[in-house]
């Protein structure tokens, strides 16, 4: 059977030693109370209610699945489901980081990370539904009108009420441009709605009291394209004056999807039938609206990924641990069994070592980009909100692609550790697998990411986002780069700062010529800039485990170790995902179509 352990010491370590939020914390009148202790005791109750609540229903729930009354349009979710998210919904932690206008507690955008970090590994499907209401909240609270937000932002904030984002059609995914969903006015001043969504996740349930669907659709005059699109609140059930629930609307869902993994998440075919809905924001500017949400819901896959990486590490090294096969190749290391454990095995120990250093580096980057979303809503200068929210535009799609890809290669090494057993799914395993690979498609393909992050993001502003994190990384090599316990950190994290610099000029000057470099280039650029990130955290946390280390605690020994495990053999990399993005289009577009 699994286990879970909150990484409670590692998320202090991440939290408190590397990154010193409440130091940052106390420059924002908002969170200036928020103390070590407070967000540890946080953290700490957070992760009893994750391993204790909601992992157990992890399995089960997957075995179950949502079923679906064909004649009722309702869904039922798995057994306990319902009873965890009461007991979420009573502990507070939907309000956690909720505008305290609203009824929410107030905490940083940093501490619900690690909440939801935590959720994750215990059962991805599971905590969808609470994460989907999160990104709602967010978007009305940006957007909302006075109205709307004194009718939704309350029972979203208390859990009471749940959320989703109901964006694709069955002929367009990522391309909403192609959206046909019709808004119709009525006369009092609110929208009719007609059309199908798919792909819906935590569309139709029965966790929570109604359920607050943010629909993208078309006016009657609306302009082709992207640029004709609206957002709408579109509740279950209608919302009287006095905040009762009235009828039930004209939205349902029409099927649940058969899927490969999360089973436990009711992906639903949701069917607007003339439903009343309000517009959100302006006309025609839809797509800007539900980007807060989008947003938001990109953050947060990469956060999945990063739970399914720490808990399936944690079970391939239990496993690794006690399983004994063959001898070691130096000679025996357990001479009193029959065999080795196979925690002895080089290759064995790659693939344990590689799934950690892709957890504990994610776990610094989504703590990063936290802190910086917080600086960014909450910081009084106002020099300091706007370098915030560059750095988490850069950021944003390097934490849901490259996270969610290195969550796929930790969970299939951690698969691959259990050998047969890992291929059975009593053992749990391949689960984590399954689950993981949904996180590289929705939010928008890790494809869609690269092209985001090369085409907008770096050469959109000619690289001033870039630079600009250039220069923290230089800046940080400068002052540690005198240290020879550093050098081996040091040089590598400046050699490839270097050759990013480098090849974002060359991509630049060719995709001038055709926008299919950088569509050829794309995704291998940003595997090379996100290891590019990842090497500069690796090597703060390194300096601060050589600072630390003669205090005798092994857990900076083992920090060390992952460090070093990170730039000798992951970095590496780079060199190759270079050459190929070097290589450019005319490899992948010279042979025609009819070819294929």
Not at 243 to 269: D, F, P, Y
Not at 330 to 347: F, N, Q, S, Y
Not at 408 to 415: E, K, L, Q, Y
Not at 562 to 582: D, H, V
Request: hydrophobic share 40%.
């Amino acid at each position: 059977m699994p286990q879970y352990r909150p990484p409670l010491r590692d998320m202090q370590f991440v939290l408190h030693e590397l990154i010193r939020v409440t130091d940052a914390f106390k420059e924002m009148p908002a969170h200036a109370e928020t103390d070590v202790e407070t967000v540890n005791a946080v953290l700490e109750e957070a992760g009893k209610f994750a391993a204790e609540v909601v992992f157990p229903l992890n399995q089960a729930g997957d075995r179950a699945g949502c079923t679906l009354d064909p004649v009722t349009h309702e869904v039922r979710t798995p057994p306990g489901y319902r009873e965890a998210y009461r007991q979420y919904v009573d502990g507070g932690w939907a309000s956690l980081s909720c505008d305290t206008a609203h009824g929410g507690q107030g905490l940083p955008q940093t501490v619900n990370q690690c909440l939801y970090e935590m959720l994750n590994s215990a059962s991805q499907a599971w905590t969808m539904y609470p994460g989907l209401s999160h990104g709602a909240y967010e978007c009305l609270h940006a957007h909302g009108t006075p109205e709307q937000k004194a009718t939704y932002l309350p029972r979203l904030t208390s859990g009471e009420w749940t959320g989703t984002m109901c964006l694709t059609e069955s002929h367009c995914g990522t391309d909403l441009g192609l959206l046909r969903t019709k808004a119709e006015p009525l006369p009092d001043g609110s929208w009719r709605l007609t059309g199908n969504k798919i792909f819906i996740s935590a569309g139709e349930h029965d966790m929570a009291a109604n359920i607050v669907h943010l629909v993208l659709a078309r006016l009657p005059d609306a302009p082709a394209g992207s640029r004709g699109i609206s957002l709408f609140v579109v509740p279950k059930f209608r919302v009287r004056a006095d905040g009762s629930l009235g009828e039930r609307n004209a939205i349902h869902c029409g099927g649940l999807e058969h899927k490969m993994g999360i089973h436990g998440n009711a992906t639903a075919q949701m069917v607007l039938d003339g439903a009343v809905g309000t517009l959100v924001g302006e006309p025609h500017k839809g797509l800007q609206a539900m980007f807060v949400m989008m947003n938001a819901a990109r953050l947060g896959v990469g956060m999945q990924s990063l739970g399914l990486t720490e808990v399936a590490y944690q079970n391939a090294v239990a496993y690794a641990r006690e399983r004994q096969q063959m001898r070691s190749l130096t000679g025996p290391k357990a001479p009193e069994l029959p065999a080795d454990p196979i925690l002895v095995h080089p290759d064995v120990r790659k693939m344990l070592l590689t799934a950690r250093a892709y957890a504990e580096g994610g776990r610094a980057l989504c703590v990063h980009t936290a802190l910086l979303l917080d600086q960014e809503l909450h910081h009084p200068d106002e020099d300091v909100r706007r370098a915030a929210a560059d750095e988490v535009a850069l950021l944003t799609p390097i934490v849901k692609a490259f996270l969610t890809d290195n969550g796929w290669i930790a969970t299939s090494h951690c698969m691959q550790v259990f050998g047969g057993h890992g291929y059975i799914a009593e053992w749990g395993m391949e689960q984590y697998v399954r689950d993981a690979r949904i996180n590289m498609i929705y939010e928008g393909t890790n494809t869609i990411q690269s092209l985001d992050l090369l085409g907008r993001k770096v050469l959109g502003d000619n690289g001033r986002k870039l630079k600009a994190f250039g220069r923290r990384i230089t800046e940080f090599a400068e002052d540690a780069g005198v240290r020879e316990d550093m050098q081996e950190f040091i040089n590598p994290l400046a050699d490839l700062g270097d050759k990013v610099s480098k090849l974002t000029l060359e991509l630049g000057m060719k995709g001038m010529g055709s926008a299919d470099e950088v569509g050829a280039a794309a995704v291998d650029y940003l595997r090379v800039v996100g290891h590019l990130v990842f090497a500069y955290l690796w090597a703060r946390m390194a300096m601060v485990a050589l600072d630390r280390q003669a205090e005798g605690d092994a857990f900076y020994t083992a920090k060390l170790h992952t460090a070093r495990f990170y730039f000798a053999k992951l970095l590496p990399e780079t060199a190759g995902l270079i050459r190929s993005a070097r290589a450019g289009a005319s490899p992948l577009m010279a042979m025609d179509a009819t070819l294929f």
